[in-house]
């Protein structure tokens, strides 16, 4: 006698049989939709790619902008002229420098200082004095520049062995005779000692410039400046 299936058995295994052939036809489409190039491509990425920060052209304002100009130059000390009516000369100080004119033409001294002094009995370590020689060459029978050139080379030998050379010229009618020595003392001081000789006056000037050794690198262009500025008159 031959078995007898359920119907709702042979119900069960038909929708089996359509639900099995449906997912075979239905699964391969959606594995190669999602394999292939155009969905892979729509998908939004969970972490982004940094975007790359551009380099800089210009130099941000707050950066230090170097400067193809250099720092000018320091200017020398300003020098105004100042008369010396007694023997018809003049000189050019810096503004703020005394200056104290006593009588050259009977044995006085001038004085022209970075200190603010009241006589040439005030002390000083900064500037030039000058003395007018008018009858050693006479009185020696020599003429001017002769007997300067002997004052030079005593005065030489007793500054000591770091006394530099004589320096000789001549300018118009004075015979200049120029000589540096430094003196020891509580300060140290760097001293110029030039005469200039009149043969035709029979007069010398005996300049003494000083300053502190210490200073000499910044004050020599200003000695030379001062020293060139002193104009005597040739007829004095």
């Known amino acids: 006698m031959r078995n ?39 998908l939004t990425p969970l ?22 100009k250099t720092e000018p130059a320091k200017q020398l000390t300003k020098l105004v002229p100042r008369a010396i009516p007694e023997i018809h000369a003049t000189i050019c100080i810096p503004e703020d420098w005394t200056l104290v004119q006593g009588s050259l033409l009977d044995g006085g001294v001038l004085l022209a200082t ?3 002094i009241a006589s040439e009995a005030d002390t000083w370590s900064t500037g030039l004095s000058m003395s007018i020689d008018r009858n050693g060459a006479k009185d020696s ?8 050139l002997a004052m030079a080379r005593e005065a030489l030998e007793k500054a000591g062995e770091e006394a530099s050379p004589l320096r000789e010229s001549q300018e118009g009618a004075f015979h200049n005779i120029r ?22 006056t029979g007069t010398v000037a005996v300049i003494l410039w000083q300053m502190p050794k210490d200073e000499t690198g910044s004050l020599e262009a200003l000695k030379d400046s001062i020293l060139t500025s002193l104009k005597l008159d040739p007829a004095q």
């Open 4 to 42: 007898m299936r359920n119907p709702a058995t042979i119900t069960l295994s038909l929708l089996l049989v359509v639900s099995c052939a449906a997912l075979s036809t239905f699964l391969p489409r959606v594995v190669a939709e999602n394999s292939s190039p155009t969905s892979t491509s729509s």
């Open 47 to 68: 972490i982004s790619q940094a975007t790359p920060i551009p380099t800089p052209t210009t130099t941000p304002t707050n950066a230090p902008v170097s400067s193809s």
């Open 114 to 116: 970075k200190e603010k």
């Open 141 to 148: 029978d020599q003429k001017a520049s002769v007997y300067a």
């Open 179 to 200: 000589f540096d020595f430094p003196v020891q003392g509580d300060q140290s001081l760097m001293v110029t000692e030039e005469m200039r000789a009149n043969d035709s």
